[in-house]
Nanobody
Framework: QVQLVESGGGLVQAGGSLSLSCAAS????????MGWFRQAPGKEREFVAG????????YYADYVKGRFTISRDNAKNAGFLRMNSLKPEDTAVYYC??????????????????WGQGTQVTVSS
């Protein structure tokens, strides 16, 4: 059974930082690229960042580029998202997911089959 547990969310002031973690189990973590997505109230889930299986390639949405950093530790079956210079518009529930469709686009949520419960990030102005 695949399980994904996100943690590290919270309330932070604009300009602040947070580090999210994703613990994966029930799958060969190193065999999958990984992505972070977010969903704000009343909005569709959107891509935030992606990372290749070995971690050598990373991908970012334009609205987080230069502020967020994705990484992973395959030995620990864990993924991370470091978020700096946070803005109120970054407020959302953040999810990590393995990219189970190897040919799918990092940016497309349909390439990801399993999702965790997410972790809430709230940025106050």
């Amino acid at each position: 059974q695949v399980q994904l547990v996100e943690s590290g969310g919270g309330l932070v002031q604009a300009g602040g930082s947070l580090s999210l973690s994703c613990a994966a189990s029930g799958l060969s973590f190193s065999s999958y690229a990984m992505g972070w997505f977010r969903q704000a109230p009343g909005k569709e889930r959107e891509f935030v960042a992606g990372i290749s299986r070995g971690g050598s390639n990373t991908y970012y949405a334009d609205y987080v580029k230069g502020r967020f950093t994705i990484s992973r530790d395959n030995a620990k079956n864990a993924g991370f998202l470091r978020m700096n210079s946070l803005k109120p518009e970054d407020t959302a529930v953040y999810y990590c997911a393995p990219k189970t469709q190897w040919s799918g686009s990092y940016y497309d949520g349909r390439a990801y089959e399993y999702w965790g419960q997410g972790t809430q990030v709230t940025v106050s102005s």
